[in-house]
């Protein structure tokens, strides 16, 4: 057997073996799923056949039947659909969300060793992110804050194709430079000039129109930076721009 035939076989076998871990990660439910979230980004850790089936947890897990989902609401609101809602989409525009697990993630990072009031700043820090991840009037003032904050950028849009879908954005003739670049000026300006950013931008919640606009979804978890930090943000930004090692170093102390 030729080394082509060798290496097709392997790409085959990981592909499958994806696949049966991701019907297994949706049978193990949510914690599981943020898991394989989290680790759909991490091209530089996993194969290629594992990220792309991973990826289909970011905005493509199974949702509720509409009809177990308009019970529930029915029954938690005591009232009929029609009379809390103008309207309602049995269809979810997407289902999933990478936010809390990243926190756990980042604050393990930070931390060397855990005692039991790390576990529980965790748990209240997971706790104050998920309730205000599902709090839809919230998330509508955030949506409506960015959009104002971009409301004379063409290039940004809130209202496709999903940023890391890069097959059909080079099929379609899109300029990934372009994009790239647009995304890069879209977060500066969000932390740098705004200091209001959306905090959970995978994949899922980033995507591409026909004019090359950069479209956001996902408005529930979104950060500020004071004003104060926001200055030396930009200082330490320029100072890095121009290689002043002993200037950052000042900035960072400081």
Not at 6 to 18: D, H, I, S
Request: proline share 3%; aromatic share 12%.
């Amino acid at each position: 057997m030729e080394a082509s035939d060798l290496a097709l076989l392997g790409k085959k076998r990981r592909k499958r073996t994806a696949s049966w871990l991701w019907e297994q990660v949706l049978q193990l439910g949510p914690t599981f799923i943020k898991i394989g979230q989290l680790s759909s980004t991490r091209s530089d850790l996993f194969p290629r056949e594992f990220v792309d089936e991973l990826a289909k947890l970011q905005d493509r897990v199974p949702a509720f039947s509409p009809e177990n989902t308009r019970r529930l609401i029915e029954s938690e609101l005591g009232a009929p659909m029609e009379e809390l809602f103008k309207e309602f989409d049995d269809q979810p525009i997407a289902a999933a969300s990478l936010g809390n697990l990243k926190l756990i993630a980042e604050y393990f990072q930070r931390n060397g060793t855990f005692g039991t009031k790390d576990w529980i700043d965790i748990y209240e820090e997971c706790a104050r992110i998920l309730y205000e991840e599902i709090d839809y009037i919230n998330e509508g003032k955030n949506a409506d804050r960015f959009r104002r904050d971009f409301r004379n950028v063409k290039w940004v849009s809130s209202t496709c194709i999903k940023i890391n879908q890069l097959d059909s954005l080079d099929s379609g003739g899109y300029n990934r430079s372009r994009i790239s670049s647009l995304a890069i000026q879209a977060y500066l300006t969000q932390i740098l000039k705004k200091g209001f950013f959306h905090a959970n931008p995978h994949p899922g919640n980033l995507a591409i129109d026909d004019n090359e606009a950069l479209i956001y979804y996902d408005f529930g978890m979104m950060g500020e930076i004071k004003s104060l930090t926001r200055q030396k943000l930009v200082q330490l930004f320029y100072r890095v721009y121009e290689k002043d090692a002993r200037k950052i170093w000042f900035l960072s102390l400081n």
